[in-house]
């Protein structure tokens, strides 16, 4: 049994009388590609946001990759990688130096840095563009790209929120190959999607609406609960249920 990278008990945020997220309680397995959905309004980012370290939680307890959350947000920061769905590049700069800025944030050494760019630069076959542009990639190899970066220092966690937004369907697909080919050496990938067809690819989904978890179990279970044919209509029959519309 793999052990659980993220464990969250009764995680709640409250803005004021709001509460955001509602005791949340579950877990991520190491290496495991879990799926965090929910329409807009659901409290997904906030959720995130405090397992980023980015948020303390005004109630409940969480760890990640073995840090707590309310103690230490720093180690939690150095341990995960994050991707947002505009991919976090600098598009003035090279892809090059792209690779070597991040691999410093991250507290990479000077030849860690170099071994880490020449390999990226092969895996991701831009050897005749790392002087180029980011802005001039196109949108496929930006994303590559920037999810390449959010895991050149090898964290244990990599949070990716609707990482393959606006991408079309055949890269969106070659992006899923690079996510399988990170968990299969042990990342844990936790990401949220809008492309209900992806999210048949995670191993584990859970749904939210209205700051709780609705629904936690894997694809196939999930259908056979819901008696649905696909995970759309699992999604949208509990979307429907939502009374709030903003994050």
């Known amino acids: 049994m793999a052990e659980s990278v993220i464990k969250t008990e009764k995680l709640t945020k409250r803005f004021g009388d709001f509460i955001a997220a509602n005791e949340l309680t579950f877990d991520v397995k190491a290496g495991e590609i879990f799926g965090f959905l929910g329409a807009n309004g659901a409290g997904k980012t906030t959720a995130m946001r405090m397992l980023c370290g980015l948020s303390i939680p005004s109630s409940g307890k969480a760890t990640v990759a073995g840090f707590d959350v309310y103690k230490h947000t720093d180690e939690i920061k150095r341990n995960i990688g994050y991707m947002s769905q505009k991919f976090s590049l600098y598009e003035d700069l ?50 590559k790209l920037s999810f390449s970066v959010a895991i050149v220092h090898q964290p244990k966690i990599v949070f990716m929120d609707e990482p393959t937004s606006g991408v079309d369907p055949v890269t969106r697909r070659q992006f899923w190959d690079l996510i399988y080919a990170a968990a299969d050496k042990g990342m844990t990938i936790f990401v949220t999607t809008h492309y209900m067809d992806e999210s048949e690819y995670c191993n584990r989904i859970s749904i939210m609406v209205d700051g709780v978890i609705r629904a936690l179990d894997t694809p196939y279970n999930l259908k056979k609960q819901f008696s649905a044919n696909s995970m759309d209509e699992v999604f949208y029959g509990l979307a429907r249920e939502a009374k709030r519309t903003g994050d």
């Open 94 to 143: 090279t892809v090059a130096e792209n690779i070597r800025f991040y691999a410093g944030i991250y507290g990479l050494s000077n030849k860690e840095i170099k071994d880490k760019s020449e390999e990226l630069v092969h895996q991701l076959g831009l050897e005749g563009e790392t002087k180029k542009l980011v802005r001039e990639l196109p949108l496929g190899w930006k994303q």
